[in-house]
């Protein structure tokens, strides 16, 4: 029975070392921009998570064959350690980060934060999202190009239009928001 739950035991460390290295890798990658792999921060993110997925896998598998106290760590036990690091860094990755770095929800109570000791009107607001999102940082302009860059958008000289994929695309993305009952569904 004791030998049992020291496994256990020293799976669940197995598990959460790697996990936690796993996290501190896959962090990293963003800071020495990896691959320099672009602008387009959702796919930025799945090369990160894919690359740490592969290195966790191969170490795991060598320490398996190389460390006799790994030798109980199952493939089943690689296969889940890699499936939890990556749900887990690719769901908190996506709730705050992703959406932090292009939400105007953000942007405002960012900047209510940053004058806690002003009173801020809605036509402050409304002109320090105007100047930051669609000026300074050409919001626009630049998911356009993340549109152009994944194939959802064709460029032509005075426009822009869907491709086939881009149909596809927003018609498969305002079914998914219909089938949540979302408020504003900006893809119909």
């Known amino acids: 029975m004791m030998k049992n739950i020291g496994e256990i035991l020293k799976l669940g460390c197995i598990y959460l070392i790697t996990i936690i290295a796993g996290?501190?890798?896959?962090?990293?990658?963003?800071?020495?921009?990896?691959?320099?792999?672009?602008?387009?921060l959702f796919f930025k993110s799945l090369i990160y998570l894919f690359t740490v997925c592969l290195l966790i896998i191969f170490i795991l598998i060598f320490l398996k064959f190389k460390v006799s106290s790994l030798k109980s760590l199952t493939y089943r036990d690689i296969l889940l350690i890699t499936i939890i690091f990556f749900t887990t860094n690719h769901i908190f990755y996506g709730l705050i980060p992703f959406n932090a770095s292009r939400s105007v929800s953000?942007?405002?109570?960012?900047?209510?934060?940053?004058?806690?000791?002003?009173?801020?009107?809605?036509?402050?607001?409304?002109?320090?999202?105007d100047e930051l999102y669609f000026k300074k940082e050409n919001a626009v302009q630049r998911r356009l190009l993340e549109q152009v860059e994944i194939g959802n958008v064709e460029k032509f000289e005075g426009g822009y239009k869907l491709t086939p994929k881009g149909i596809e695309t927003v018609k498969l993305m305002g079914l998914i928001t219909s089938v949540y009952n979302t408020d504003k569904n900006y893809a119909k």
């Open 23 to 40: 996290t501190g890798l896959f962090l990293s990658l963003f800071w020495i921009n990896f691959l320099n792999s672009g602008d387009i």
């Open 106 to 129: 953000v942007m405002i109570v960012g900047y209510l934060f940053n004058h806690q000791d002003t009173l801020v009107s809605e036509k402050d607001m409304d002109t320090y999202i």
